[in-house]
C-alpha cells in the first residue's frame, strides 16, 4: 500500500480535523500555506469544510499530497508537531507513555467508517518506547505527531528524540512505520 493511499474507500475524517490542520495548523506556518492548503481542498471537491461533516479520507488524502508535493519537504514534519497543541485531544493524563498511547484514540475520534489503521505504542525501558504507526498518512507527519506528544508531556529538561527503527517502511510502499521514541 502506498503512502496517501486510504486502506478502506468507505473511511471518512471528521471536518473538525480538516479546518484544525488547514486554519490553525497550517496558519502557524504562513497565510500561502493556509491558501494553499485550502485550494487543494478545493480541488477535491471541499470547498468550505464543515466541523460537523465527515468527508472520504481518499479526497483528504490527495490534498493532503498535494500540500506535501508543493510546500517544502519540512512542512509534513512540522505539521504533525503542531496536532496535539491544535487539535482536540484525550488530556486526562499527564506522562509521555500516556499520551503516545492516546495518539491512538484521537485518531479514533476523527476517523470512521471501515479500516482506518492504527497507531499502537509499548513502552520498552524506563524513557522509550516503541510507536508502530499503520496509517496512510505519511511518514514526516508521523513523525513529527509522535515526536510533538512525546515534547507535550515530556518534563521540561527531556531531550525527546524520534527514530524511525522498523523493518517496514510507508516510503516503501509498505503499510506500516516503526519509530522509537526517547523521552
Known amino acids: 500500500m502506498a503512502t496517501y493511499e486510504a486502506f478502506d474507500r468507505d473511511v471518512e475524517v471528521n471536518g473538525r480535523t480538516v479546518l484544525t490542520i488547514v486554519e490553525e495548523a497550517m496558519g502557524r506556518f504562513s497565510d500561502a500555506y493556509q491558501k494553499r492548503a485550502v485550494e487543494a481542498l478545493a480541488v477535491e471537491g471541499i470547498t468550505d469544510p464543515d466541523p460537523e461533516e465527515w468527508y472520504p479520507q481518499q479526497t483528504w488524502l490527495n490534498a493532503f499530497e498535494t500540500i506535501a508535493d508543493e510546500l517544502q519537504p519540512h512542512v509534513l514534519d512540522r505539521l504533525g508537531e503542531q496536532i496535539p497543541a491544535v487539535a482536540q485531544w484525550p488530556n486526562d493524563f499527564d506522562t509521555v507513555p500516556e499520551g503516545l498511547q492516546s495518539i491512538d484514540e484521537a485518531y479514533r475520534r ?5 479500516e482506518i489503521g492504527s497507531y499502537q505504542f509499548e513502552r520498552t525501558a524506563d524513557r522509550e518506547g516503541e510507536l508502530t504507526c499503520h496509517t496512510p498518512y505519511p511518514c514526516p507527519f508521523d513523525r513529527g505527531l509522535v515526536r510533538g506528544v512525546a515534547k507535550k508531556y515530556a518534563s521540561v529538561d527531556a531531550f525527546v528524540f524520534i527514530e524511525e527503527t522498523g523493518e517496514t517502511c510507508r516510503r ?3 503499510d506500516t512505520c516503526v519509530y522509537t521514541v526517547y523521552w
Open 172 to 174: 516503501e510502499g509498505d
Open 110 to 114: 476523527n476517523h470512521r467508517g471501515g
